[in-house]
């Protein structure tokens, strides 16, 4: 009976975002930025080859004097922050996940807002017809483990996704998302491609964590897993929602969920399709 007391002191601990602002949601660094000074580029200097040299995964691109980071495929080691913190440094904020794959690289790179604005459309029509109870149909293809735990979060008190209509479930015949974590390896191809077979039109589809988007740290070995992109393409599926992070928190999870349901945005704000969200 230990917990009766424990949860007397402690009250409520449930999220009200995105209803209401939440700290934890808007402090936490859940990604890096490239410090971009004003009326200039990032300076590539020396500091910043170091950084880009010691990236264990090559997040980090020096073109022409112009640096960027690609979210996709950073694991949130530090190295970069500590070698370069004058052009590197962790983000607070958890509104991380984009829908578009170029979406994740920041600094020099420009996101072409033409193509955001189509896939945005594209995701809402195919949307429009999901009621207020949404079903999440998960699946490890090679995951480490790590983005698992950040899922279970979510159905904890803290972040209580069923309170805004969101469910896991174990039959993907009853599922309106599919969310992916780990690296795609290749024996995973065959049963995500089931999966999709087995769930009804229309279907959402959201890699979640680095490892997911671009295969990560582990990526590429002899599993031949560099993201799920290539995995779904074979079956003529794409990725709507990309979540970076290793792992992704259970904020930014919950953040690409709501990004593709159309009641966020990008920066984390209710939209009007966010009712009582
Ligand atoms: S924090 Fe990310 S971008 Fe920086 S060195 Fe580590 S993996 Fe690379």
């Keep these: ?61 020096v073109e022409a004097g112009e640096v960027s980071l690609d979210r996709g495929r950073c694991i949130l080691c530090g190295r970069c922050t500590r070698l370069a913190p004058e052009t590197f440094r962790f983000e607070p904020g958890s509104a991380t996940a984009s829908l578009g794959r170029e979406g994740l690289i920041v600094g020099a790179h420009e996101e072409n807002d033409e193509a955001l604005q189509r896939l945005r459309a594209d995701l809402k029509a195919r949307v429009r017809h999901l009621g207020r109870s949404v079903h999440i149909r998960h699946v490890d293809a090679g995951s480490d483990g790590s983005d698992e ?21 174990a039959s993907p015949r009853h599922a ?17 491609r089931r999966t999709l077979d087995g769930m009804p039109e229309p279907i959402v589809v959201m890699a979640v964590g680095t490892d997911a988007v671009s295969g ?3 990526g590429g ?14 079956g ?12 992704a928190s259970p904020f930014s999870v919950l953040h690409g969920i709501l990004l593709a349901l159309g009641r966020v945005d990008e920066s984390g704000l209710r939209t009007r399709r966010g009712g009582r969200a």
Aim: charged share 15%.
């Design 236 to 247: 003529g599926r794409g990725v709507d929602v990309w979540v970076p992070g290793s792992p």
């Design 1 to 61: 009976m230990a917990w009766a007391p424990h949860g007397l002191a402690n009250g409520t601990v449930t999220t009200k975002w995105p209803r209401r602002p939440d700290a934890y949601f808007d402090d936490f660094p859940a990604s890096v930025e490239v410090v971009v000074p004003e009326d200039a580029a990032p300076a590539a200097d020396a500091a910043v080859l170091a950084a880009a040299n010691a990236c264990p995964t090559r997040a980090i691109a």
């Design 176 to 192: 309106d998302i599919l969310m992916v974590t780990g690296i795609g390896t290749d024996g995973m191809a065959g049963p995500l």
């Design 149 to 169: 735990w950040e899922l279970q979060a979510l159905s904890s008190p803290v972040y209580d996704i069923h309170r805004l209509g969101i469910f896991f479930t």
């Design 216 to 218: 990560g740290l582990v």
């Design 221 to 234: 070995g002899y599993t031949d897993g560099i993201g799920i992109a290539p995995r779904l393409a074979s």
